[in-house]
């Protein structure tokens, strides 16, 4: 019951996280040979580097589901495989409309975090030959670096949350980051694997916390339209109406002067009455 279950899970975790995966990357990827040019881009160096920390994300968790180091976990093997090879295509799309100075940001940090996963894979694999230390390496820096992106977005949440930025938060996103927490986070804790329950909690916080931002923005802006609508209103229906089409009558001199205000009729009645004198 329990392997069926941590299939399930996995197959679920798997679909909804690629999907995930498959619209953040593809999505810049097409901005980006739409605009062809670094400087009108709408994607960022920002939005790049977080690509780039995608690519050594799922690096690190393909490294840690291998059968030398946890048996059994196919399903990570094979979504992060998947997002991997999604956030490379987007980095070398970035990379070729890029300006020099991005391009060398760019070398720099994928040279540094593959130095740093080659380092890990000899200390794991070469230096330490029981599979409880292995697993407890590469566990802790997939954790840890997962959590850590996870922080980010609840930073990025913060910016937009103070800016009222509906292009930062939206709806199918932040459904798809809840959706794709939860079920890691049963996969995690059918298979008893806590390296993968934690960074996937706080998943489920983000997913959440974004959920509740994008409520609230959207009851602000709400509520925003809905005083300007009443502002406006009684302003237009209170509006004199001076001229009448040619169908149609106007009102009579009377109805006109009395919607005037008062010291527009005061004035008008002080000069006829001077006229007549």
């Known amino acids: 019951m329990d392997l069926s279950l941590h299939s399930i899970l996995g197959i679920s975790g798997n679909i909804v996280t690629v999907i995930f995966f498959m619209v953040a990357t593809l999505n810049s ?4 040979w739409k605009h062809k040019d670094s400087k009108m881009n709408p994607v960022s160096s920002w939005m790049n580097q977080l690509f780039v920390f ?35 295509t987007a980095i070398a799309s970035f990379y070729c409309h890029a300006s020099r100075m991005q391009k060398l940001i760019i070398e720099w940090e994928l040279e540094a975090f593959l130095s740093l996963f080659v380092i ?14 292995r697993i407890l390496i590469a566990g802790s820096l997939a954790a840890g670096f997962s959590s850590f992106m996870h922080l980010v977005l609840l930073v ?24 794709k927490g939860a079920l890691w986070l049963g996969y995690g804790w059918v298979g008893r694997d806590l390296f993968i329950i934690i960074p996937n909690a706080l998943a489920v916080v983000t997913g959440i916390t974004q959920l ?40 009579s001199m009377p109805d006109v002067v009395q919607k005037e205000p008062a010291f527009i009729t005061l004035w008008i009645d002080r000069s006829l009455s001077n006229e007549f004198k």
Request: aromatic share 10%.
């Open 29 to 32: 990827t097409w901005m980006i």
């Open 54 to 88: 995608m690519l050594f994300n799922c690096m690190l968790w393909v490294f840690y589901g291998l059968p030398i180091n946890r048996p059994h976990n196919f399903w990570v093997i094979l979504t992060n495989a998947i997002g991997s090879s999604l956030a490379l």
């Open 120 to 133: 890990m894979i000899l200390l794991t694999v070469m230096v330490n030959t029981e599979a409880l230390i």
């Open 156 to 179: 990025d949440m913060g910016i937009a949350w103070k800016k009222n930025d509906m292009q930062r938060l939206q709806l199918v996103p932040s459904i798809a980051a809840f959706s």
């Open 212 to 251: 509740l931002c994008w409520l609230s923005i959207q009851c602000l802006f709400n509520k925003a339209e809905l005083e300007i609508a009443e502002n406006c209103t009684p302003a237009i229906m209170e509006r004199p109406t001076r001229m009448a089409s040619a169908s149609q009558p106007g009102p």
